[in-house]
């Protein structure tokens, strides 16, 4: 793994893992992004904040390929995203959409497996490295337990937990999650956001993130960007983003934003 | 992302189509109605005035009446069940109306007496029984509605083709009626057909809303306090009333009820309230200006062509041009299918599959009549009979495996369990071109006849990837532009057999299945598809694994989803090119097939490929015993068997399901 290679080097990465630049949207005369430009560093935890609407999952399809902006241009790796072969592509970028699909049946093994297509493709072999890594990811996000049930007769956070889980046994160095925590407790969120970063922190992995909770964004992200209206309007480190001026004009709410009686992280809430 | 075009709207086309039909109307009336207005001649009786007010105006009513009401049956079971393939001749009405005409025809004469449109309505309404019936232990889950529907459909329907294949001399007038001949003598069939459908349709309305919020999903109809269950069975009951009674005043004209929601919904009518409304503007019109045109076109000759048949002429370019502007969403959200067990070994019970096949290879080769009866061949005599069976049963059995290989393929490709090479259009391909060569070059030998087949359903299929391409083959376009193709050469075949040529007779004997005179080379050939076809599939059982995930997830896993989607197809395609020549396009093993497979609990992909194919090989070969032991010294029709002998096990295994 490449990726792996720069670890040591995560804090301060030399060429981001996106460089987005000028990127216009328009779906049926709305413009859905509108001129967002900004680079995704490389090694690092980015969650993009934003209201809803604000087109943070189309500025995430667009990275993943799922969707063409109208103009502007996308750099991932230095080379522009339409020059990638769909599974060298694969192999480099995962991507977690927003409506999981119920994946009737497969069971959870099946589906995690699955993940290991952009190694194998549709003629290969699946190899003892294959079924380890899928091995691992069940472990890893705790999956192993219902490994043999069906996929559609899970509830919906043990669901969210098998596709994270498949994301992982992709293998991928950029992973772009579309809120990946909405289905879940309090408990797994923060279990499954420390995977997140614990996968960029060790294995130098880069991660973009949707997000709608401020609070667990600063707790795990290393830099936000934040959109309104299809436009970028904060793009900085979490100290930079959580102010409650800059919240207000994101949220359109007001805001107020005190430190943490324990920690002293900073801790938004809306008045 | 292609750019969609904007909708057309659902108005402006009626006004186009209005336009039509009153332009064609006024050609189809204009000498008559000149001489009506005339001055009254001197002798009492008039001909042509007769004509003009006891046959044409009320056949041209009776044409608005009918498609309105289909249009509105199609629009409602679209809605109730949440599948584009809904309408009334799925749902098992149109073929137990059907059934129950042959049957009173042949034992019975005496109940025609008591009126044609009873007797249409008690099959119509026993089979839809048997439906409910079926799916009650389900809850009257869509899924299993739709299936049992189909299932119902395709035993009642092939019932009734057996016996007028078996007792033609006396059913040949069923033919005319199974697709929907308007022609009318008085106005009485008319104004009571308009008194049940103004009686219907208020009931119709009502239910526009509640089926709205049943669309957003049952849970949510529910949290908003629609009974979901109760609502589908009362719209599905309305339904199908308002087709029975088409069918039982005009027959069979099952096509503007499929099409009349699909062109409306294409047109750009997404609320249900809207579709309803405009699939029965849309119905009525579009079956009245086939009417028009059938009148217009063949003159005298109108009377004995269907026009329910020809009503695919000029609906189905009509869909066709519609196709590019349908968007993603505006389809219905075709039914997930209802959690249902996975087996631990998926792969055992494909095995199991497999040698069930083999084993009634080997039996069918050995069993048969001896000069001393019914019993097991050996030494010389079977020898003797070995050169007879073995092409017949190896063909059965390849086309079996070839048909289950392609119902697996596309109802994996477009996640709908009623997808089948029925239904996408390459059946009807074969068909069609067997039917041209038939015709037109005479009765040529069996070479022929299969080649032409296999062109048949190789430019069927590449008709619908060349109309599905631009969406880069999204599901419910390609079952849509499959539906549009199969319909208008089904049409094509319909008219023909109905014009009464002896050929036709002869033509219906292969539609239904015949496979005792395969020659040992087309045995050869179509056992060697499918020891391709079959491994083939087998080495892309991933794509097929990925596909059903839908579109994100599997282009995020780079796989490269229109290719793969096309590549599928055209394999689905193939395999029943090499089949139909064999075995018909009646015989609804790739339908069956998968289905049987998904409920015995076999769901990996890979397993699911080999299991379809083994249990269609078995369902043909079982079918080829039972049709050679049934009516025997009659052999009866491998293919129409078939239905006989997997629907009644289909329908085993939707009842002893335990609820997940």
Known sequence: MPSLAFAAAAAVPAAPAFAVRDLHLAIGGRAILDGVGFDLPAGQVTGILGPNGSGKSTLLKVLARQMQADTGSVLFEGRVLESWRSRDFARRVGYLPQQLSAAAGLTVSELVALGRYPWHGALGRFSALDAEKAEAARRITGVERFADRLVDQLSGGERQRVWIAMLIAQDAACLLLDEPISALDVAVQIEVLDLVRRLARQEGRTVAVVLHDINMAARFCDHLVALRGGRLVADGSVDDLVRADLLESIYAHPMTVIPHPETGQRIAFPR | ?660
């Open chain 2, 1 to 660: 992302m292609s750019a969609l075009r904007q909708p057309i709207g659902p108005g402006a086309l009626s006004l186009g189509l209005l336009a039509a039909t009153l332009a064609t109307g006024v050609l189809v009336l204009l000498p008559a109605l000149r001489e009506a207005a005339g001055p009254l001649p001197v002798a009492a009786f008039d001909h042509d005035r007769m004509v003009l007010l006891h046959s044409t105006l009320p056949r041209l009513v009776m044409a608005l009446l009918c498609g309105a009401m289909l249009g509105l049956a199609g629009a409602l079971l679209q809605a109730a069940l949440g599948n584009p393939l809904a309408s009334p001749t799925t749902i098992g009405t149109d073929a137990g109306a059907r059934l129950a005409l042959a049957l009173a025809g042949l034992f019975a004469p005496a109940l025609y007496g008591w009126g044609r449109d009873l007797v249409a309505l008690a099959g119509a309404g026993a089979a839809t029984g048997l439906v409910f019936l079926l799916s009650r232990r389900q809850g009257f889950a869509a899924v299993s509605l739709v299936l049992a529907g189909l299932v119902v459909s395709l035993y009642a329907g092939a019932l009734a083709g057996l016996l007028t294949l078996v007792e033609d001399r006396y059913l040949a007038g069923l033919l005319i009626w199974g697709a929907g001949s308007l022609s009318q003598q008085s106005w009485e069939p008319a104004s009571g057909l308009a008194i049940r459908a103004a009686l219907l349709l208020p009931l119709a309305l009502l239910l526009a809303r509640p089926l709205q919020l049943v669309e957003l999903g049952e849970d949510a109809a529910r949290g908003l306090g629609v009974p979901a269950e109760r609502l589908r069975l009362l719209a599905i009951a309305l339904a199908v009333a308002l087709a029975a009674f088409v069918s039982a005043s005009v027959g069979v004209i099952g096509f503007v009820g499929l099409v009349a929601p699909a062109i409306a919904r294409a047109a750009g009518a997404t609320r249900v309230k809207n579709r309803l409304v405009w699939s029965a503007v849309l119905g009525g019109l579009i079956l009245l200006l086939t009417d028009l045109l059938v009148t217009l076109l063949a003159g005298p000759f109108a009377d004995f062509l269907p026009t329910g048949a020809v009503t695919a002429v000029l609906g189905s370019p009509i869909l066709l041009w519609l196709l590019p502007r349908v968007s993603r969403g505006s389809a219905p959200p075709i039914k997930p299918s209802d959690p249902e067990r996975a087996r631990r070994r998926p792969g055992r019970g494909a095995l199991v599959l497999a040698l069930l096949a083999l084993a009634a290879f080997a039996a069918a080769l050995l069993l048969g009549h001896a000069p001393g009866g019914w019993g097991l061949a050996t030494g010389a005599a079977l020898e003797a009979v070995l050169p007879f069976r073995w092409p017949r049963l190896l063909a059965s059995a390849g086309a079996g495996a070839l048909l289950g290989l392609a119902g697996l393929l596309l109802q994996r490709l477009t996640a709908n369990p009623m997808a089948s090479p029925e239904v996408v259009g390459v059946s009807a391909g074969a068909t069609f071109a067997m039917v041209l060569s038939v015709f037109l070059v005479g009765a040529a030998g069996a070479a022929s006849v299969t080649g032409a087949a296999l062109l048949g359903s190789l430019a069927a299929l590449l008709l619908v990837l060349v109309l599905a391409r631009r969406s880069g083959f999204a599901p419910e376009r390609v079952l849509l532009a499959g539906l549009a193709v199969n319909a208008l050469l089904d049409a094509v075949v319909v008219v023909l057999s109905a014009t009464g040529d002896p050929r036709a007779i002869q033509l219906l004997g292969w539609l239904a299945g015949f496979t005792a005179n395969v020659s040992p080379g087309s045995a050869l050939v179509v056992a060697a598809g499918a020891a391709v076809l079959v491994p083939l599939a087998l080495l892309l059982q991933r794509w097929l694994a990925l596909l059903p995930l839908g579109f994100p997830p599997a282009a995020a896993l780079g796989v490269p989803v229109p290719a793969a989607r096309a590549t599928l197809l055209a394999l689905s395609g193939l395999a029943v090119a090499l089949a139909t020549p064999v075995i018909g396009p009646l015989s609804f093993v790739g339908l069956m097939a998968p289905n049987i497979v998904r409920r015995l609990g076999i769901q990996a992909a890979g397993a699911a490929v080999l299991a379809s194919a083994a249990c269609g090989a078995l369902v043909l070969l079982v079918a080829d015993i039972a049709a050679n032991a049934l009516a025997h010294p009659l052999q009866l029709p491998t293919g129409l068997v078939a239905s006989l002998v997997g629907a009644p096990f289909l329908l085993w295994l939707l009842q002893s399901r335990k609820a997940a």
